[in-house]
Every structure is written in structure tokens, then in C-alpha cells.
């Protein structure tokens, strides 16, 4: 067991570029969710999929983000035309379905936007 | 809405306990935790409670939690230096099936020799 592997774990982009994070789960977690933590501050939730369906979608997820998870496993998080608010850790979690209060955390990503 | 609270920090001796508070509001949570973050770092699962126990312990790690007040304490025993880090509480709260967590802003605990 790897634990939840999160890619890349920096990253500097220029206002108004795309950028793209990946997660990988634990395998056989079927739970998948996204927070972002900005600084001095706990994390917050994103959204959530269970399997490949997002079943919940936080009202910090502007149109500007959007989250897959085309096969059930890895997830991707893109956003576009990045803003210097978007600069924050964005943490990747998850959890087996019968367990779905134990959720296991990546190291997160780190956006700079500049 | 949720809402979590905690202090911002702590500072303790070596050797000592530490105790850290959080209280929320949402008393329909379901599971209340403890995670650990240390500097540049994600967070770890320390341990959790189910909100119809009173008490849990885990080694070195005692969870209290007074439902009717609606506060959570973790107590640390024998206080390390490696236990230096920030300490988030959190709850959950099953509504529909995400099981999302709610963060406090975390308490910066420090340990001094």
C-alpha cells in the first residue's frame, strides 16, 4: 500500500495559463474527494466522486475548475485561466467504501500563481 | 452550516501533556477527527471518534467528546518534540453520501525542550 500519490507536488504558472493535477488513490478505494487548504487555513472540500461519478460539488468549484475520474481510479483537477486567488495546497483524499469515515490524505499540490 | 473552531496554538514541555480543544456546530455529525499536518506536508489520520462515544484512546492519544456541548479534546500524553505540527479537528456529517469533512483552522502545537 503506496498511499495516495498526488502530481506534481509544485506547481508556478502565470495568471491566466491552464494547469492540471493528478491524484492516485490507495487501490481499491472507490472514494475519491478534492480540498484546497490556502494559508493559515484548514482545508476546505472541493468536490467528490464515488467511482467515476462526482457526486458532489462544492460551491468553491467555480466553472473554471473541473474534476474527472474517467475509469474509477486516478483523478484529475483542471483549472483554467488561473487567478492569483486560485494560489493555494490542493489536497487529494481517499477512502474504501465501508470505511468511508477513515479518509487517507496525499501530500497535496502546491499552486503558485503568479 | 458547519462550522469548526479551534485555538491557534499551544506550546508545551517536553514530557508533558498537551491537550487541544475544538468545538463545532453541526450536531448532526456523525464522525469527529483528529488530523496532523506537518510543515509542507498532506494530513494524517491520527484517529477519529464516532459521535455516540464519549471517549476513545489510542496509545498515547485520548479523544474525549461532549456531545451536549458539542466539544472534542485530544489529549496527547508524554509530549515530543516529533509531535510538533499543526492539529486539525474535523467532522463529518453523512448528508447524501459524500461523507465530506469540515475542517477547524488547525491549532499550532509546539514543543519546547
Known amino acids: 500500500d503506496t498511499g495516495v500519490s498526488q502530481d506534481p507536488r509544485h506547481k508556478i504558472t502565470k495568471r491566466g495559463q491552464n494547469v492540471t493535477f493528478r491524484c492516485d488513490p490507495i487501490?481499491?478505494?472507490?472514494?475519491l474527494y478534492w480540498y484546497r487548504q490556502t494559508l493559515g487555513q484548514g482545508p476546505e472540500f472541493l468536490t467528490y466522486?464515488?467511482?467515476?461519478?462526482?457526486?458532489?460539488k462544492s460551491r468553491l468549484l467555480s466553472d473554471r475548475f473541473s474534476a474527472e475520474r474517467p475509469k474509477g481510479s486516478f483523478s484529475t483537477l483542471e483549472i483554467q485561466r488561473t487567478e492569483q486567488g486560485d494560489s493555494a495546497m490542493y489536497l487529494c483524499?481517499?477512502?474504501?467504501?465501508?470505511?468511508?469515515?477513515?479518509?487517507?490524505f496525499g501530500p497535496g499540490t502546491r499552486l503558485t500563481v503568479t | 452550516g458547519e462550522d469548526v473552531e479551534q485555538s491557534l496554538f499551544l506550546s508545551v514541555r517536553e514530557g508533558d501533556s498537551s491537550v487541544i480543544n475544538c468545538t463545532y456546530t453541526?450536531?448532526?455529525?456523525?464522525?469527529l477527527y483528529w488530523y496532523k499536518q506537518e510543515p509542507g506536508a498532506g494530513l494524517q489520520l491520527l484517529t477519529y471518534?464516532?459521535?455516540?462515544?464519549d471517549m476513545k484512546q489510542d496509545q498515547r492519544l485520548t479523544v474525549l467528546l461532549n456531545k451536549k456541548d458539542k466539544h472534542l479534546s485530544l489529549r496527547i500524553a508524554d509530549t515530543q518534540t516529533g509531535d510538533s505540527a499543526i492539529y486539525f479537528c474535523?467532522?463529518?456529517?453523512?448528508?447524501?453520501?459524500?461523507?465530506?469533512?469540515?475542517f477547524g483552522t488547525g491549532t499550532r502545537l509546539q514543543v519546547t525542550l
Open positions: 483524499a481517499s477512502s474504501q467504501g465501508g470505511l468511508a469515515y477513515e479518509q487517507y
Open positions: 453541526d450536531s448532526s455529525s456523525t464522525y
Open positions: 474535523a467532522e463529518s456529517s453523512n448528508t447524501g453520501t459524500a461523507s465530506k469533512l469540515t
Open positions: 471518534i464516532f459521535s455516540n462515544m
Open positions: 466522486f464515488q467511482n467515476e461519478a462526482q457526486l458532489e
Open positions: 487501490s481499491e478505494h472507490n472514494r
